[in-house]
C-alpha cells in the first residue's frame, strides 16, 4: 500500500522560512515524477514544484520560482520542499503526489496546512 506522508507545516510570518517533508512508502519510485500541489481556500489546487525520483530533475511554479527549493533523499525516500521568503498568499494546504509521468499524479498524501501571516 503506497502512502505518503506529508509533515512540516505550520504558522510563520512573512520573510520566514519552513521545510515540508513527505515521506514516501510502500513501493518503489524509481522514475517517478515526485510532486508538490497546494490548495487556499476558495481556490483551485495548483502546481508548486517537482522533482524526479531517479535524476533529480526539478521544475517549478512561476510564483514559487527563486524562493522554494524541492530536494529527495533516496535512502529515506522523503521528499522535501524548503520554502523561503515566504507570503501570506503561500497560505494552503500543501499536498505531496506521486506518479508516473508529470501529468498522471497517482498517489497523494493528506496535506498539512501552511499559513503565512502578514
Known amino acids: 500500500q503506497v502512502q505518503l506522508v506529508e509533515s512540516g507545516g505550520g504558522l510563520v510570518q512573512a520573510g520566514g522560512s519552513l521545510r515540508l517533508s513527505c515521506a514516501a512508502s510502500?513501493?518503489?519510485?524509481?522514475?517517478?515524477?515526485m510532486g508538490w500541489f497546494r490548495q487556499a481556500p476558495g481556490k483551485e489546487r495548483e502546481f508548486v514544484a517537482r522533482?524526479?525520483?531517479?535524476?533529480?530533475?526539478?521544475y517549478y511554479a512561476d510564483s514559487v520560482r527563486g524562493r522554494f527549493t524541492i530536494s529527495r533523499d533516496n535512502a529515506k525516500n522523503t521528499v522535501y520542499l524548503q520554502m523561503n521568503s515566504l507570503k501570506p498568499e503561500d497560505t494552503a494546504v500543501y499536498y505531496c503526489?506521486?506518479?508516473?509521468?508529470?501529468?498522471?499524479?497517482?498517489?497523494w498524501g493528506q496535506g498539512t496546512q501552511v499559513t503565512v501571516s502578514s
Open positions: 522533482i524526479t525520483w531517479s535524476g533529480g530533475s526539478t
Open positions: 503526489a506521486a506518479g508516473p509521468a508529470n501529468i498522471a499524479y497517482t498517489y
Open positions: 510502500g513501493r518503489t519510485f524509481n522514475g517517478y515524477f
